[in-house]
């Protein structure tokens, strides 16, 4: 792992514990991204804010205030949308920004398979 629980916690404050996510995208980062020749700074942010993704799609929550109000205090957060992968939220967002290679927006896309006699 390249990323700790507090380097997430500095872009998502939550008291979820982060490290099983955190685990889970290193692998992903690993197998994806890890031969892709990326410097070590781009895949510590590309794990850091692809964690803080997956514990918003696992807790519901988009990651982001969609609505505020002052007067008797009211907040809303985004609710993350499922089916649109990375897209889904701000944090897998900026995972689809940070990843040059294009490989981690790929992933678990259908794949087609034509065959030609």
Known sequence: MRATPADVVAIFPTSV?????????????????????????????????????????AHGSGGGVTQRKIGDTSISYGQAQLGTGLASTRFGQTVLALDPTGELGNVGAKRALLKVD
């Open 17 to 57: 514990d982060v490290i099983p996510y955190l685990m889970t995208a290193s692998t992903l980062v690993d197998v994806y991204l890890g031969a892709s020749g990326l410097s070590v700074a781009l895949l510590f942010e590309i794990e850091r804010w692809l964690t803080a993704h997956l514990v918003a799609l």
